[in-house]
């Protein structure tokens, strides 16, 4: 089956720092990816749908300056939190579309665990 | 905008009992989506339902896409202790980007043997 892997899967970083998540598709193209955001025992909340070679399309409320996002192949998508904060502290999850397949048979990435200090 | 109702929070349920858990919107959805989710990891898909009245079946469990296109429902047979999780309803919508996924609260499935 498809596969899509995120790394790294923990990560604890100092208040004030940048932190890169990387998703890649492993054994499919993706067009689309998608990143969430997950707090404690709440759902995912979509944060910005990432096309290859153009701009990433934020939901609203999603500061596109905080989080940086960047599709430069068909295989990989990176989020970066810029300047993190401990109120960033939370669970980031990614999807993956394959070509020519409908969003909605995304696969989704393991997670990231990001805990600022 | 557009929310998920999603019913009930939790379960706590002895070893072969079945499950049955809801979806319901004010919204209409073109596609349900079914998830489980494991502690710590990345929502599965387990179930996707396109079709207004679609009954679906995936082993053990059943789904179907409510004929108002405003609701779903997971049935769980027979549930075996693997069954632990949180299951989370999804319904397809059409954003600015495309084609984006709202999500309910979930529900956590506690199965004691």
């Known amino acids: 089956g498809a596969v899509v892997s995120q790394h790294p899967s923990r990560v604890i970083c100092k208040s004030g720092t940048s932190v890169k998540i990387e998703c890649r598709s492993l054994?499919?193209?993706?067009?689309?990816m998608f990143w969430y955001r997950q707090f404690p025992k709440q759902s995912l909340m979509l944060m910005a749908t990432?096309?290859?070679?153009?701009?990433?399309?934020?939901e609203q409320g999603v500061e596109k300056d905080k989080f940086l996002i960047n599709h430069a192949s068909l295989t990989l998508s990176t989020l970066t939190v810029t300047s993190a904060h401990p109120e960033d502290s939370s669970f980031y999850i990614c999807?993956?579309?394959?070509?020519?397949?409908?969003?909605?048979?995304?696969?989704f990435g393991q997670g990231t665990r990001l805990t600022v200090v | 905008g557009q929310q998920l109702n999603q019913s009930p929070q939790s379960m706590f349920i002895q070893e072969g009992e079945d499950v049955s858990m809801n979806c319901t919107s004010s919204s209409i959805f073109n596609t349900w989506l079914w998830y489980k989710q494991d502690p710590g990891e990345g929502p599965v898909l387990l179930i996707a339902?396109?079709?207004?009245?679609e009954l679906t079946s995936n082993g053990r469990l059943t789904a179907q896409f409510g004929i108002t296109r405003k609701d779903s429902f997971l049935n769980i047979s027979a549930s075996i202790p693997s069954d632990v999780g949180i299951y989370f309803c999804?319904?397809?919508?059409?954003?600015?980007?495309?084609?984006?996924?709202?999500f309910g609260k979930g529900t956590t499935l506690s199965v004691s043997s």
């Open positions: 999804a319904g397809a919508f059409m954003s600015q980007a495309g084609t984006a996924l709202i």
């Open positions: 054994d499919f193209q993706a067009t689309t």
């Open positions: 339902l396109y079709k207004a009245g």
């Open positions: 999807s993956a579309a394959p070509l020519g397949a409908v969003n909605t048979e995304a696969f």
């Open positions: 990432s096309n290859e070679g153009s701009k990433a399309t934020y």
